[in-house]
């Protein structure tokens, strides 16, 4: 078993430190640290666990921020954004002075990205797998990996105390339309020669095989889109350009037109072909403006928003109020993506608004293969493990669940020394241990919609609004305390009381308090009316929801 702590004397040591993506999905971020140095790989925003207006959610990077100076460099291992969707936060914390090493996809859409968002551009230097890049004390290795974006990588990272292999996100798909495929002679090699960490994606361990190949999307796709006599809509992640390929060679051969609905879709697209990797005949792509002038069957919509994200182009033609193209019936869309958890219910409700418009839909569940995953399955899981055969094995990028199932497998294949840890937890590995070295700081970051930080007390005003409503009280009265106007009561999301006998009730209620002056000494008038009518909602209706009280007195500076 490994062990919990250090044995005696001292060595050098590495110390393995998550600030996301281990106990959760998304957010993938950790460190390694050695000799006072630390280089940070991935910095990745997650997906809102509530709906209260936050936008994205990051890892919190205090403890970054205090060890700022030891930071030699943020390494990046695809262009996802639970992999590069924190920069522009992580720069506002730490500054632009910390060097960025991306493979050219990312870097692309990182720099858009803090372009578009108005931040300084920090030093951004491209990797090419087969290169190694030395930054600080580490020497760090690109090495190709197949996932359902291009130029996605796993990283060798030569440390004092050894071989360091993260896998990144990947999988063993040996069809990879606009990439490369997994370098496996390379992971067999550097098993050879001993690796003493493995770092592994445990995202997919629950499912024992892969359901199939990216070229059979490619098949299915052609297959039903050639079958559809109306407009098809394909709702698709941006970011697989392997399926942008596919369905640019579907739009020709069946002499559809092709548009692309969607900022981050038209920013993957227009990336993909300035790097040469998607080629589009000028007569294949059409502006949105230009839908109403095709005939349906000669239209090809690509729209982001699988996920059935609320301002979203695909939720937007669900709901009929898309300003440039309106779906009827005979219409299909095609989902040709997974459904992230935690959002099953959005898409639920974004597939049936589709149907009430007499549109089909067909996903996964009636059409299988109109998606495959780009995250090794369990087999694929064990056949890295057996390439590297690492001294320790730490699970990455998954939930408790995941990284536990993907630690039994890692000790079935022989690997004595495993630690299953999340965000905040140090794993410390010296030349032969390793340990639980206590934790850092980690949490999360929300991100309100319009770019504002939502704090603890704010998220906790706006969960208890949801669930409760506001009611606000007015009232105005004389120098001698008598009332001159109002009660005025209003109510919003308390159900039930716009009914004239509740709200005669709880103004009955105010009268009284304003007249008798009683209550608590210690109190003001403002607080007894307050306590006073929110007890009332909550015996008339069962909930007790904040009340605002404005209370007006007539020849006073104050209220």
């Not at 699988?306 to 937007?316: H, V």
């Amino acid at each position: 078993m490994a062990q919990e702590h250090p044995a005696s004397g001292e060595s050098t040591s590495l110390q393995f430190i998550p600030l996301g993506g281990l106990g959760e999905i998304g957010m993938n971020c950790f460190c390694l640290q050695q000799d006072g140095q630390i280089l940070v790989v991935d910095c990745g925003i997650g997906f809102p666990d509530d709906d209260v207006g936050v936008d994205v959610v990051h890892p919190d990077f205090d403890w970054l921020t205090e060890n700022a100076s030891s930071i030699v460099g943020l390494f990046i291992t695809h262009g996802h954004e639970d992999h590069i969707g924190a920069i522009p936060f992580f720069i506002d914390g730490l500054g632009s002075e910390i060097p960025i090493y991306a493979p050219r996809h990312a870097l692309e859409l990182i720099r858009s990205r803090l372009e578009q968002k108005g931040r300084r551009i920090p030093k951004l230097q491209r990797v090419d797998c087969g290169q190694s890049y030395q930054v600080g004390d580490f020497l760090v290795e690109p090495i190709e990996v197949a996932h359902s974006i291009i130029d996605a990588t796993a990283l060798h990272i030569q440390t004092k105390i050894g071989s360091i292999i993260h896998t990144g996100d990947f999988d063993l798909d040996e069809v990879q339309p606009a990439g490369h495929l997994t370098n496996g002679r390379r992971f067999r090699q550097l098993g050879d020669e001993g690796v003493r960490l493995l770092l592994s994606d445990s995202t997919n361990v629950v499912r024992e095989q892969r359901s199939g190949h990216e070229g059979d999307v490619g098949v299915a796709l052609k297959e039903l889109i050639a079958a559809q006599t109306g407009r098809v809509v394909v709702g698709l992640f941006s970011s697989n350009v392997h399926r942008l390929d596919q369905l640019v060679k579907i739009a020709l051969s069946s002499r559809r037109r092709l548009c692309l609905l969607g900022r981050s879709l038209r920013k993957q697209f227009e990336i993909a072909m300035k790097l040469g990797v998607i080629d589009v005949p000028p007569h294949c792509l059409i502006p949105p403006e230009s839908l109403a002038d095709l005939p349906p069957e000669q239209v090809l919509v690509l729209a982001g928003g699988s996920q059935g994200e609320g301002p979203s182009a695909l939720r937007r033609l669900s709901l009929a109020q898309h300003p440039l193209l309106r779906l009827e019936k005979g219409d299909t869309v095609l989902f040709s993506s997974r459904v992230i958890p935690g959002n099953e219910r959005g898409v639920a409700v974004m597939k049936n608004d589709f149907l009430r418009q007499g549109v089909k839909v067909q996903d996964q569940k009636n059409a299988p293969q109109l998606h495959v995953s780009g995250h090794a399955s369990r087999e694929e899981q064990r056949k890295m493990i057996e390439w590297v055969r690492p001294q320790t094995f730490i699970p990455v990028h998954g939930t408790l669940y995941h990284m536990q199932a993907h630690e039994l497998l890692a000790r079935d294949l022989g690997v004595s020394s495993t630690f299953t840890i999340e965000n905040g937890q140090v794993v410390s590995l010296e030349e032969a241990q390793a340990y639980r070295a206590g934790s850092v700081p980690a949490g999360k970051v929300r991100v309100a919609y319009g770019g504002q930080t939502l704090d603890a007390r704010t998220r906790r005003h706006r969960i208890e609004l949801g669930r409760n409503g506001v009611v606000s009280v007015s009232v105005v009265i004389n120098q001698q305390g008598e009332m001159i106007a109002g009660p005025q009561l209003r109510s919003y999301g308390v159900p039930g009381l716009e009914r004239d006998g509740l709200r005669a009730s709880i103004e009955k209620i105010i009268c009284e308090k304003v007249k008798d002056k009683v209550g608590q000494a210690s109190l003001s008038l403002s607080e007894v009316i307050r306590r006073a009518v929110r007890s009332e909602i909550y015996r008339l209706s069962g909930v007790k929801p904040p009340v605002e009280v404005h209370l007006h007195r007539t020849g006073a500076d104050k209220v």
